[in-house]
């Protein structure tokens, strides 16, 4: 019986690694937000409530914030909503525009090792929070990220910025 579970929890863990790997029939954030400066990353549009970076760096806190969660107990997240949005509305420049892009890509791939450990259980509720498990919190990075990475995309399809 446990070799089974193993074995169920294995195929999990690596179905869940495929979803963070490869974007499949979706654009992955990378590819979304690839090619863009940073002038037009902070250009925002008059009937749209957010610009690309203000998305993108909205996903980098909040990726951010599930992968502390999870990792530290000790924690303390941002307040509600103001907390996980940036506090300008656009990159300062390249440099801080390409910081986000490195920080996404860093706490993707420690979020993915993270759920690989052998002697991590994913679906194990943690002890702080209110009864997540890694599980459910990749299933937020990847639910989360999805959404936003779509309204990405439509703004640069508006500004013709998509190929």
């Known amino acids: 019986m446990e070799t089974a ?11 869940l690694l495929d979803r963070f790997t490869n974007s499949g029939a979706h654009v992955d954030l ?7 400066s940073w002038e037009q990353a902070g250009q925002k549009q008059e009937n749209f409530p957010y610009n690309i970076w203000q998305l993108t ?9 599930i992968l502390e969660f999870c990792r530290n107990p000790s924690y303390v997240s941002p307040n509600w909503p103001s ?3 940036p506090k ?10 390409k910081q986000t892009q490195t920080s996404i890509r860093e706490d993707h791939k420690a979020f993915i090792d993270l759920l690989m450990r052998n002697d991590v259980d994913i679906f194990r509720r943690f002890d702080h ?4 498990s890694l599980f459910n ?4 990075i990847l639910d989360h ?19």
């Open 57 to 65: 760096e909205h996903i980098r806190i909040t990726q951010f914030d």
């Open 137 to 140: 919190e990749a299933l937020l």
């Open 30 to 36: 990378i590819d979304a937000i690839h090619g863009l």
């Open 5 to 15: 579970i193993n074995d169920l929890i294995s195929q999990v863990k690596s179905q």
């Open 88 to 97: 300008h509305s656009s990159p300062r420049d390249s440099r801080e525009w």
């Open 145 to 163: 990220n999805a959404y936003h990475v779509g309204q990405i995309l439509l703004i640069r399809k508006v500004n013709g910025w998509w190929p």
């Open 129 to 132: 929070g209110s009864g997540q």
């Open 83 to 85: 907390g996980y949005w």
